[in-house]
């Protein structure tokens, strides 16, 4: 699962969407294994669209459980267009495809901050599936 | 005419792909340029519940629909096979440098509310006494497989359960395309969906496939 694919899980529990905590995930960082997937070619277009696109907060949120503190604190403010982008940018939208795109979690396990529900990845596929007493 | 994306499945373990899904196939084909032009200026968000062997989320892909380079890509499937097979689709027809990920999820129940642009759902539309329960162990082959066809009452007890949430699951200007057989009685769902929640509904195609006739329908703000 790509690491970007944390900005859009929830907690499956119905009664934990009236709950700020049910997003994102709590990823344990002890248990997550990640790995680099290279298969999707660089395009700064694309980034751009991502990025105007996710929670910020919850991408420093996983990022720091797995380990990565070194984003900036606020979302990266681009040129509206790839042709205008400088050097610099073009630099920090790859170290934001490395993270978002390439990154992915091959096996692992994250909780719900509010009810504490855990939940698994297994040979890359999260499984969000509740047992029957909860669903 | 667009291709249709190679499949290899074992059809013990996930859905064959058969007059349902190419009529979805054929409805995305049509709606390729509606949805380029409602969503070519942003980031869309597509999910698929139930792709079973991923025969549609792989077409969408392949062709970029949406819209090319400014798309992701979730299937949600309640079988464990079928995430797996949809992969092997995508991955079979070329389609590794696409971005897609699968989630073991009960409908979008796992997916963030109101972020979904663009929904797609071929659902067990089979009318039936009762909707199976979700076998314990993912080495219950057979089971799987019927978690894809029974819909339980009027085959309609799992796609209600979408269309009651249409509002939180789909982003603003989000749309779905929902597959239906006559006896979902879907002028009668259609014309509530209208009157009583005040969507947009439209029937993209229909057709007869044996004794079935089979339509898919759009829902929109």
Known sequence: ??????????????????????????????????????????????????????????????????????????????????????????????????????????????????CGHVYYIKNSIPNLLLPPHLA | MLATPYIKCDYDKVYEPAEDSFLLLDSLEKEQQFLNERFHSHLSVVCELGPGSGIITTFMLQHGIPSKNKSIYFALDINPWALEATHATAKLNACQDKFLDTVQSDLTSSLRNKEIDVLVFNPPYVPADNVPMVPSFKDDIDEWV???????????????????????????????????????????????MKEKHGWKAELVEHRKAGWEVLSVYKFYR
């Open chain 1, 1 to 114: 699962m790509k690491f970007l694919t944390t900005n859009f899980l929830k907690c499956s529990v119905k009664a934990c969407d009236t709950s700020n905590d049910n997003f994102p995930l709590q990823y344990d960082g002890s248990k997550c294994q990640l790995v680099q997937d290279e298969s999707i070619e660089f395009n700064p277009e694309f980034l751009l669209n991502i990025i105007e696109r996710v929670d910020w907060n919850a991408v420093l949120s996983v990022a720091s459980d797995l380990g990565n503190t070194a984003l900036p604190p606020s979302k990266p403010v681009f040129p509206a267009t790839a042709d205008q982008l400088s050097e610099e940018d073009m630099t920090i939208l790859r170290d934001l495809h490395t993270l978002l795109i390439q990154t992915s979690i091959s096996e692992g396990e994250m909780k719900c901050r509010n």
């Open chain 2, 146 to 192: 019927d978690l894809a066809l029974l819909g339980g009452a009027d085959g309609m007890v799992v796609t209600n359960k979408v269309l009651k949430n249409l509002d939180i699951i789909l982003s603003p200007n989000g749309v779905a395309y929902i597959l239906f057989c006559a006896r979902n009685k879907p002028e009668e769902v259609v014309k509530g």
